[in-house]
Each structure stands twice: as C-alpha cells, then as structure tokens.
C-alpha cells in the first residue's frame, strides 16, 4: 500500500519530467529548422572549379551555437557526398576538381561539429540544392555557309559541355554587338550592308537547368561576308602602240573581296581568256594591233569553299592608241591627221606648250582621222615661230585610247 502511495505521489513528478523533455525535443527540432542557410548560388566558375555562396542562417543572430557548414555534392541531385566544412563565418567556397564543363548539385547546412570527436552534436537543415556548372569546351571553328547581299549565314561545330551559344557580329573586333543567346549552331545575320566583312564571334556557354548561373568558355572569331557590289573598270586602259600588252584596271567599294574574275573578248566578242586574280587590274598580253578589246569584271568572295559571285560590271574597251601621222600648217591653221583605229567611233584632240599630255587642252572632237585648228591652247592662236604640240585619243562611246605621241607644229 504504501509502496502505491509513493508511485502515485510520484506521477505529477513523472508528468512534470515527460512535459520537459517533450519541450526540449521541440526546441531541439526548432533550433534545427532555424539553422538552414539561404541564398545558396553560383558566383564564378572555371574549367574545374565553381565557386558558391549563400546567406548565414537566423539562427547566428539570435545566439544558438553553430560552427560549422557542411557542404556536399551530387552528381544525380540524389546521392550526395561531403566536401567538406568550412567556418560558420564564412558564407562562400570553392568546390575543386569538377569535370569540364559538366553539372553538379551542391547543398549546405549549419551544424554544431565536435573537432575531438570528428562528430556532428547539433543538426541543421539543408539548404535548397542547386545546379552547379564549370566552363565547356571551345569552339573550334567557325564557317560561312550562304551570302546574300544583305545576310550572311555561319555555323559552328557542337562544343562539348556546351548548352547553348553567345554570338556576337560588328564590322570590327571592338565594335561587335551581342545579337543572341541560342541553342542552335547556325546564325543568319540580317539587315547588314552588300560588300561588307562583319566579324562574328562565338562563346559557348554551360548553363544551368533554371538559367540563374552561366559559365562562359574561350571565345572564337570569324569572318563572314556579304555578296560583293559590282566593281568599275577603267574608261582608259592603257593599250601603248607597239605593245601587246593591255593594262586594264578597275574600282571596287568591297570592303572584303576573295578576288575577281576577269573576261576578254576581241572585237568580235570571241572570248579570249578567263582568268581569276586577287589585285584591282589585269595585264592582257596577246593583243593584237589589227583588233579592239572588251573586259568585264565581277568579283567574288569564298563561302564554305566555293567562289559566290557578284554581278558583272559593264563592259569596258580598249583601244591602242592613234598614230599622228602629219601635222601641217597653213595661214595660222595647223591641220593634225593620224591613223585610224579600229573600233572608234571619233577621236579627241588636245593641244599645249609641251609634249606632256597632262598639261594640254582638249580643243576639239573629230568623226574623221583629222582635224584642223586656229586656236589651241587655251585660246592662244597659231602663230610663226610658235611650237605647239598635240596629241589624240581614240573613242569608243564613253571609253578613250592613250593619247598619241606627241605631233608639234611651228
């Protein structure tokens, strides 16, 4: 009986006891849920490291013990392995020895570490995992696959480790522009100008699955081009009478040209020679004195190994130049004849002081092989003991023969 007595007496003391130690679980179990680290992130990344942060837990503001975050890593995002502690202090790491341009899940929490016992006394609760990723491969190249006159198209090679791409385009390497991050490897570059190189460079790029971490890799350079505008070919290639070589030369506004095909008939338009070159002018060297030429140009840049052409230019002549054959004078008249040159529709005629052609004056036009004159030289008369110099210039529509040698009269 008395033995009950006790027992009972003593139960308010059991129920007093169990309450505490039901109130000590709670707090226990509190304290853990309290001590979870936020903000975990990625903050940098190499080709085997990445580097991670996050926000302290509540916890070390309001004075229960931590001094330890543990940090671990998966590759599945399901079974995880320690990488280690780091100082409750600290709210950053860097995790080594990742493989390139590859994925890992890291997560951290707080814990109370035994350093004696290589124990953990007080639990946290982990933080969200997340997605971590090091820096793929490179690009090892880039090449054009289509021009048009405003647009040029490139792709690149599949990068390793990389999930999507940064292109940029510009006229110049210090002015290209970011145009697009893309999944894709072929780029069309629209509303550009006809004749135009634009450098185009490629960084892939390894991001994570909720786009909130991107690591970038080496960048790689190219040089696309638009369809070339037509060139302008000399109104005076440069035929010397004697000589069997034609000089024909040409104007481009092409910023960036591969070459230039050239054509050259006879004066029966028979083809005479195609030949590719990558300078603004071309030496014929079979011309015959008995014919005229045509040329014509079109340039062309290489896309993806193959010549894209653009358009022909207008065909252009060359002549060689007239023969003065006599210069007479008669009552202040001086009359020039020379020979005639096959394919001129007329001939110019110029005068001055001196044999030097660049310092005559064009005096008059003739249909025929002479021309007859009382002024030259900017007005000055014919007069005795005078010597005046002349020089004449074969003419096919808008294209002219070199000058002649010089004829002077008295």
Do not use: H
């Amino acid at each position: 009986m008395k033995k009950n007595s006790i027992f009972s007496k003593m139960l308010p003391l059991f129920g007093v006891l169990l309450s505490c130690a039901l109130m000590l679980c709670f707090r226990i179990d509190a304290s853990a849920a309290n001590t979870q680290p936020t903000d975990l992130k990625q903050t940098a990344a190499t080709t085997t490291k990445v580097s991670i942060s996050w926000t302290a837990p509540s916890t070390q503001q309001t004075g229960n013990d931590y001094n330890r975050i543990l940090v671990q890593c998966s590759k599945d995002n399901k079974t995880w392995v320690d990488k280690g502690y780091v100082d409750a202090k600290v709210t950053s790491a860097t995790l080594i020895g990742i493989e390139r341009g590859t994925s890992q899940y890291v997560r951290v929490k707080a814990v109370s570490y035994n350093d004696a016992t290589k124990k953990i006394l007080v639990d946290g609760a982990w933080s969200e995992a997340i997605e971590v990723v090091t820096i793929p491969y490179s690009v090892s190249g880039i090449t054009q696959t289509a021009a048009a006159k405003t647009s040029a198209t490139f792709t690149w090679p599949e990068v390793k480790g990389a999930n999507c791409y940064d292109v940029y385009v510009g006229t110049s390497y210090s002015n290209a522009k970011f145009v697009t991050r893309m999944t894709g490897r072929e780029l069309t570059a629209k509303s550009k100008k006809q004749g135009y190189a634009y450098y185009v460079k490629v960084v892939p790029v390894r991001m994570t699955a909720d786009s909130k971490y991107a690591a970038l890799g080496m960048e790689t350079w190219g040089i696309v081009k638009t369809t070339p505008k037509t060139v302008t070919v000399s109104k005076a290639n440069s035929w010397e009478r004697g000589s069997k070589s034609i000089d024909f030369t040409w104007t481009s506004s092409n910023k960036k040209v591969d070459g230039y095909q050239v054509k050259i008939y006879n004066s029966k338009s028979k083809l005479q020679t195609t030949v590719d070159t990558k300078k603004t002018s071309y030496t014929y060297t079979k011309a015959k004195s008995s014919e005229y030429y045509k040329i014509k140009v079109r340039p062309y840049i290489k896309v993806n190994g193959k010549k894209k052409y653009g358009a022909w230019s207008a065909t252009a002549v060359a002549m060689i130049a007239p023969k003065i054959t006599e210069v007479s004078q008669e009552d202040n008249k001086a009359t020039i004849t020379w020979s005639a040159v096959k394919g001129a529709t007329s001939y110019d005629i110029y005068a001055g002081s001196t044999p030097d052609f660049e310092s005559m004056s064009k005096i008059g036009t003739s249909k025929s092989t002479s021309f007859t004159t009382g002024v030259v030289n900017n007005n000055a008369a014919v007069a005795s003991n005078k010597r005046v110099y002349f020089c004449v210039k074969a003419k096919k529509s808008a294209y002219t023969s070199l000058a002649s040698d010089a004829g002077f009269s008295n």
